[in-house]
């Protein structure tokens, strides 16, 4: 019987090896100058292995992605800590443009995405200046919350290079420090939550239905460092892959002459 369990063991690892490695061996290939195949080749890296990841790669899922203690400055007053929670909606992102240009060393992409948050927050006033307008009292709030954006409207310029490692194989190197972009809310959002304190009054329902009511001014006054944070977790996952898999995997052009360490 023991022997038995460990035929069946070896037979599971086996097809949870094979599955992976299928995975990257039967990606599509694409000509760097073919934008549409570009587009649909990452969609569906995103889409695939988004919510699964592939271990032996080091590719952890990304939807559902879990956060811990990430921490946000608006504008100097609110200090807003997503103590445990998870982002929702990072797989079945559109993508409508996803490009490549070699010799730039430049990469562009667009996408449209509904993603929502939630989990355990915790926020706090700490600037005297608001203080000072509320009459010292404070916001603060330590419980659910959550945030729903509808079309979610991204757009990316990131510069990257062929890097030849000491493997000898090519992969693509983004730099995502420098990434410049810009986003565009095109559809709702929504907030809600519990537990939010004006002083020491639970205020939690007329605060959130002037967050609501205003969520258009709210997230361009305000929206910048969630934004910023967002993205920040987003390109995490774009370094998984194009770190660890090489680029003969998903392209057909040749990219030995732009390679460098």
């Known amino acids: 019987m023991f022997h038995i369990y460990k035929i069946l063991l070896l037979f599971i690892s086996t097809i949870f090896v094979f599955s992976e490695t299928a995975f990257v061996d039967n990606l599509p290939k694409c000509k760097l100058a073919d934008n549409e195949c570009m587009r649909d080749l990452y969609q569906s890296i995103v889409r695939d292995i988004g919510k699964t990841g592939i271990a032996d790669l080091n590719i952890p899922p990304i939807d559902p992605m879990k956060l811990k203690n990430v921490s ?21 992102c559109v993508f409508d443009k996803f490009t490549i240009n070699i010799t730039a060393e430049r990469g562009s992409q667009e996408n449209i995405c509904d993603v929502t948050i939630k989990g355990h927050y915790n926020v706090i006033s700490t600037s005297p200046f608001i203080q ?22 991204l757009t990316f310029d990131f510069p990257f290079y062929a890097q030849k490692r000491d493997d000898g194989a090519i992969y693509i190197k983004c730099l995502y420090k ?22 020491d009054q639970e205020l939690s329902e007329p605060i959130l239905a002037f967050l609501n009511e205003n969520e258009k001014l709210i997230m361009s006054s305000f929206g910048e460092p969630f934004m910023k944070k967002a993205i920040e977790f987003y390109f995490q ?23 460098r360490p």
């Open 237 to 259: 996952f774009a370094s998984y892959f194009f770190d660890n898999v090489p680029a003969k995997y998903f392209l057909i052009d040749d990219l030995t002459p732009y390679g």
């Open 178 to 199: 420098d990434i410049n972009y810009e986003y565009n809310i095109k559809g709702k959002t929504h907030f809600a939550a519990d537990n939010l304190y004006f002083g």
């Open 72 to 92: 946000v400055l608006v504008a100097n007053l609110l200090n807003i800590t997503l103590v445990d929670g998870v982002v929702k909606g990072i797989k079945d």
């Open 132 to 153: 000072s307008i509320l009459g010292g009292n404070t916001i603060h709030g330590d419980g659910n919350g959550l945030v729903k954006i509808e079309k979610l409207h």
